[in-house]
């Protein structure tokens, strides 16, 4: 049946040609569809001109992106360059935009091997030196930022790919101890926020990192500290994805150890050249993550995706021969992925007895 686009509004429904991807995340249950961004100095692209009004229209559109993270600007590198020497500027540009647009604010990452300050690793540390600048790092930041942040990455990417604890400095010096630490501070200084665990490579079920992930957490668990989350980065190809179901399986064994988890820099990378065919592996994957999310919508709050122009993503730089891993073509076209996942939450909707019709 064909209505009106009137007809829909007054009856509260969402006519899928218009629907936009927080809207309609919303209308399925979760709290939220997001984009990562960044301040424009630090998108990938360069020079970056001085008004991308097209880029900053989709970002700013509340009915698009209900959420944002700092892709860099709340990194240990860029908010503690020299010990004890705090620099907000990087993340206040993605927290006053969060604000201005009325979106919630995921704050991204106060203990994190990569991108730390060069003197985290360089100093000589004695355990009790490095516990009181982990202590004086989250207390600062976390503290800056109280109240602004629904979601706190307190620890991110902790796990080696056979889900050991990594080697990182902080593990070198104080062992698990540092973990506990972390949330324990964190929790001190922001009781409001959500604490999560953070790391790639955890979406599917029979994955070591999984396993040491639900390890991790549930360590935490047992010494009685406070761990809200586990994100899934889902940073995915297009060409070997999970399934919803093993998604949804994942999903399950998180839901034993913590109240939530929310897919975090969620992008899905084609080898290039581009194709067809490889569009829609890729569009598959993005429904797989949206039906994953929507199905088990009492423990998965949102998705968040890093960044949504290709020219800005991370992948190419990271990853050679791999590209267009978001929604926007650099010529601001959609991926095949946007309509989608905006056809899919549609369906999803419609199964749960809601108002998101076909127009
Ligand atoms: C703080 O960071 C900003 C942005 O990276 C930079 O321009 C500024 O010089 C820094 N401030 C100080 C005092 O180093
Ligand atoms: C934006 O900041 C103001 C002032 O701190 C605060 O009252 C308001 O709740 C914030 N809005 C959002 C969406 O964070
Ligand atoms: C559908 O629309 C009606 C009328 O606006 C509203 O009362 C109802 O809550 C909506 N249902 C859902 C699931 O959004």
């Known amino acids: 049946m064909r209505l009106s686009t009137s007809l829909l ?3 509260g429904a969402v006519p899928l040609a218009t629907a936009q991807l927080h809207e309609l995340a919303v209308k399925a249950g979760l709290q939220y569809f997001g984009a990562a961004t960044d301040t424009p100095g630090f998108r990938e692209r360069e020079p970056y001109p001085e008004s991308y009004s097209q880029y900053d229209a989709i970002l700013e559109d509340p009915k698009e992106f ?22 907000f500027t990087e993340g206040d ?57 629904a979601h706190w990455d307190v620890l991110n990417e ?3 790919e056979d ?11 104080l062992g698990e101890e540092y973990i506990r630490l972390a949330f324990e501070t964190a929790a001190k200084v922001d009781p409001e926020a959500k604490l999560y665990y953070n790391d790639y490579g955890i979406e599917r079920p029979a994955s070591v990192k999984t396993a040491g992930a639900v390890r991790l957490v549930k360590m935490l668990k047992d010494a009685g500290i406070k761990v809200d989350g586990v994100g899934m980065q889902a940073h995915l190809h297009a060409d070997n994805h999970p399934s919803e179901a093993d998604l949804i399986n994942t999903i399950g064994m998180y839901k034993e150890v913590v109240k939530e988890v929310a897919f975090t820099e969620l992008d899905v990378r084609i080898k290039v050249p581009v194709d067809e065919q490889k569009l829609q592996w890729q569009s598959e994957c993005y429904q797989k993550v949206v039906g994953a999310c929507v199905k088990t919508k009492d423990v998965c709050v949102g998705i968040t995706i890093w960044d949504f122009y290709d020219p800005f993503s991370w992948v190419p730089h990271v990853f050679p021969g791999n590209g267009a891993s978001l929604l926007w ?13 905006v056809n899919y939450f549609g369906e999803l909707i419609e199964a749960q007895g809601g108002n998101a019709t076909c127009s």
């Open 163 to 173: 889900g050991t604890y990594r080697k990182s400095v902080f593990y070198n010096v």
């Open 9 to 11: 509004a007054a009856a």
């Open 329 to 341: 073509f650099e010529d601001f076209s959609k991926h095949p992925a946007y309509d989608g996942m």
């Open 158 to 160: 902790a796990l080696d």
């Open 66 to 87: 209900g959420q944002t993270t700092p892709t860099n600007g709340q990194k240990w590198l860029f908010v503690e360059p020299e010990p004890g020497v705090f620099n």
């Open 93 to 149: 540009y993605v927290a006053n935009l969060a604000n201005r647009t009325n979106k919630i604010l995921r704050c991204h990452a106060l203990v994190w091997h990569s991108q730390l300050a060069p003197w985290v690793e360089t100093t000589e540390w004695t355990k009790e030196g490095l516990r009181e600048a982990i202590v004086r790092h989250i207390t600062e930041v976390a503290g800056y930022y109280r109240g602004r942040c």
